[in-house]
């Protein structure tokens, strides 16, 4: 009998491949969850026994949090990485490093094939199949969801059929969560007008209140909240908690998808909006102009290469390692106010101050021993190339006589 083993997440999609591989097709299905921080100790329990119920015979979960937080995300933090300066990469963040801890233990442990639930119409099967032909180019990789090209009615209607169980949502949406954030498609998000109903957010629902914080960074990583040292994990879960609870984080994100069509989902990312936004303005004290310029550029190539399913390329890690580089002052505490859904950085403090290295005082004072003419000088040399395309331009159209050349 043929040995698959089945990248499970749990919903829809997946759960009818436990069926149908094990059902239809006569395969031994061993599901595996790579846990990327969306699961409770209750949901991982819950999954494994529809996984059962559904005909796998075996299921595990692999704890992938630590790995995504040192080998993805923080490098999203460094880089301030939004897509389309709204969404934080929730999903994409996660998918390259799934798919190579599912392939690295099919292929520790023999197995005949992988399968993964991914549709033909979403970013997913590009990223799995792009990290698959890097990390295991000579296994068999199964995807009968999208090779069939069925729907999610389809597939509610087939399990209904065979008397097996259908995930709690009932496929109405389709949602992901992981450390970064969770992301829900399908319904109201099939129509660019249309808002999801309140009771169709998750970690958001119903949120409100205010609260401060103040997050603290050192080499550009958060290491400790409300003063309190934590490692990187529980720090971002807690800020999803916390964040979460008081509407924070919650956005909609229409953008281009790998396959070149529209997509649209709606997102709630408490940690990586409070992150992220603490971040950026602590780089504003701490590093030049040209630093976060050139920073905050390939921090967005960054982000549309791993968004393009890329985490694999070699450039990616020419990348970070100059967002390694950029870091070493990114040291602090940044202060938050979060109220009625929205997070507003109200203070930040560093040693690495580029404010306090100077004794100016910006619209009040000039530093000590500067010539007073001389951003009369600077401005003048800035314009000079605007004036002198402003004299070509005259003297082109006839407008101003020629410049006369004295010897």
């Not at 389809?154 to 389709?174: C, K, T």
């Not at 914080?213 to 994990?233: C, F, H, K, M, R």
Request: aromatic share 6%.
């Amino acid at each position: 009998m043929k040995r698959v083993l089945l990248a499970y997440s749990g919903g829809l999609d997946t759960s009818f491949l436990v069926a149908w591989l094990s059902r239809k097709e006569g395969f031994d299905v061993t599901a595996v969850t790579v846990d990327c921080g969306g699961l409770s100790a209750d949901e991982q329990v819950e999954i494994r026994e529809r996984a059962l119920a559904l005909g796998a015979t075996e299921f595990s979960v692999i704890d992938g949090r630590a790995d995504l937080y040192t080998g993805v995300l923080r490098w999203l933090v460094a880089g301030n990485v939004k897509r389309g300066d709204v969404y934080p990469l929730s999903v994409g963040a996660e998918r390259g490093l799934q798919a190579q801890r599912v392939a690295q233990l099919a292929t520790e442990e023999g197995f005949d094939a992988l399968a993964h639930g991914c549709t033909a119409a979403g970013n997913d099967q590009v990223r799995f199949e792009a990290a698959l032909a890097v990390v295991a180019p000579g296994l068999e990789v199964l995807a009968p969801v999208r090779d069939l090209g069925l729907s999610r009615e389809e597939q509610i209607a087939w399990l209904n059929e065979q008397g097996l169980p259908v995930p709690p949502a009932g496929g109405r949406y389709s949602i992901n969560a992981g450390l970064w954030g969770l992301t829900i498609g399908g319904g109201e998000m099939l129509d660019t007008a249309l808002p999801l109903p309140e009771e169709a957010w998750v970690w958001t629902k119903n949120g409100g209140g205010e609260a401060h914080l103040s997050i603290t960074y050192s080499n550009g990583q958060p290491v400790a909240l409300d003063g309190e040292p934590l490692d990187a994990v529980p720090l971002i879960e807690a800020l999803n908690r916390r964040g979460g609870a008081l509407g924070v984080g919650r956005g909609y994100h229409l953008g281009d998808t790998v396959l070149g069509i529209k997509g649209r989902i709606g997102f709630e990312a408490p940690a990586a909006e409070l992150l992220i936004a603490a971040h950026r303005e602590l780089e504003k004290l701490v590093l030049t102009e040209e630093q976060r310029f050139w920073k905050d550029h390939l921090g967005e190539v960054y982000g549309r290469r791993l968004h393009q399913g890329l985490f694999h390329d070699p450039f990616m890690r020419d990348v970070e390692a100059f967002l390694a580089s950029s870091q070493s002052a990114v040291e602090g505490v940044v202060h938050l106010q979060l109220a009625n859904g929205h997070a507003t950085v109200t203070g930040v403090e560093s040693s690495h101050s580029m404010l306090a290295a100077s004794d100016a005082a910006y619209g009040e004072r000039a530093a000590a021993g500067s010539d007073p003419r001389a951003a009369a000088f600077l401005g003048r040399i800035l314009a000079e190339p605007a004036r002198l395309a402003r004299v070509a331009g005259e003297r082109a159209a006839g407008g101003a006589p020629p410049v006369e050349v004295t010897s």
